[in-house]
């Protein structure tokens, strides 16, 4: 006989970014901090606002308004540190919050549907929570994607 296998509920980070929420899997978030200094500097990548240091690493801040279609954020006080995933590649970046981030468990959030069509590759599904549906955002798959765009838009300008 065998006995049936209990996913335990996922954890999700709900943050303020542009005009909505969205929700990160917990188990990526680091830390949420106080920005400091933002360090900036000339480069080509329209979706990296700058660098800050944090734990003796040098994180980017990804523009993940711009990256998702939102309008850019108001000037943000606090960055969200999550690890994000894609093949081999495994890093940090901080997302800017203009907000009140929220802790959503199993208890309070149900996910209620997988990745549809009208999505990108990066919504991986949503979460009810109370009556708002928000979308669960896969960073490692979002920022693979803006890289592969921005290295087309190199090779075209070369061209």
Same mark, same amino acid.
């Given at each position: 006989?065998?006995?049936?296998?209990?996913?335990?509920?996922?954890?999700? $980070?709900?943050?303020?970014?542009?005009?909505?929420?969205? /929700?990160?899997?917990?188990?990526? $978030?680091?830390? =949420?901090?106080?920005?400091?200094? =933002? +360090? +900036?500097?000339?480069? #080509?990548?329209?979706?990296? /606002?700058?660098?800050? @240091?944090?734990?003796?690493?040098? @994180?980017?801040?990804? &523009?993940?308004? #711009?990256?998702?279609?939102?309008?850019? %954020?108001?000037?943000?006080?606090?960055? =969200?540190?999550? *690890?994000?995933?894609?093949?081999?590649?495994? &890093?940090?970046?901080?997302?800017?919050?203009?907000? *009140?981030?929220?802790?959503? /468990?199993?208890?309070? %959030?149900?996910? $209620?549907?997988?990745?549809?069509?009208?999505?990108?590759?990066?919504?991986?599904?949503?979460?009810?929570?109370?009556?708002?549906?928000?979308?669960?955002? &896969? =960073?490692?798959?979002?920022? +693979?994607?803006?890289?592969? +765009?921005?290295? %087309? $838009?190199?090779?075209?300008?070369?061209?």
């Amino acid at each position: 006989m065998s006995v049936p296998s209990v996913t335990p509920p996922r954890n999700y $980070v709900i943050v303020p970014i542009g005009n909505r929420r969205f /929700s990160f899997a917990a188990e990526s $978030v680091i830390e =949420l901090i106080s920005i400091g200094r =933002l +360090q +900036q500097f000339p480069h #080509r990548t329209s979706w990296i /606002s700058g660098v800050i @240091v944090r734990r003796n690493r040098v @994180v980017p801040v990804c &523009d993940v308004s #711009r990256m998702l279609g939102e309008t850019t %954020a108001p000037m943000f006080r606090f960055c =969200l540190i999550a *690890e994000w995933h894609a093949g081999n590649a495994r &890093d940090w970046c901080a997302i800017p919050v203009a907000g *009140e981030c929220e802790l959503a /468990s199993g208890e309070t %959030a149900v996910e $209620v549907d997988g990745n549809a069509e009208n999505r990108g590759p990066h919504i991986t599904g949503s979460i009810q929570v109370g009556e708002e549906r928000i979308e669960i955002v &896969d =960073l490692g798959k979002l920022i +693979q994607g803006c890289q592969t +765009q921005s290295e %087309a $838009v190199v090779s075209e300008a070369r061209l």
